[in-house]
């Protein structure tokens, strides 16, 4: 049974900081292309960053230069550091992997940016 789970989000203030995790079970985490999304209120969910087995990585170009995804294998979790937080950043923010063509979610965190 796959699972997903996902930790670190918070309220922070524009300029700001914070690390998401997810650690993930019942896959064979080191060859699994792992991503992370956001959905804000009304709108859909939307593409942050992904990492490959290879650890080749994508951006939004919404987030290029100020977050970074990384995989730990050993600890089956990918991170997302968050740095330069703007209130649009503010959603919340799902850990997604893909295994035999379907997809599986984190139950998500809120990530909260104030002004």
């Known amino acids: 049974q796959v699972q997903l789970v996902e930790s670190g989000g918070g309220l922070v203030r524009t300029g700001g900081s914070l690390r998401l995790s997810c650690v993930a079970s019942g896959i064979i985490f080191s060859i699994n292309t792992m991503g992370w999304y956001r959905q804000a209120p009304g709108k859909q969910r939307d593409l942050v960053a992904t990492i490959s087995r290879g650890d080749s990585t994508n951006y939004a170009d919404s987030v290029k230069g100020r977050f970074t995804i990384s995989r730990d294998n050993a600890k089956n979790t990918v991170y997302l550091q968050m740095n330069s937080l703007k209130p649009e950043d503010t959603a919340v923010y799902y850990c997604?992997?893909?295994?035999?063509?379907?997809?599986?979610w984190g139950q998500g965190t809120q990530v909260t940016v104030s002004s």
């Open positions: 997604n992997t893909i295994v035999v063509f379907k997809g599986y």
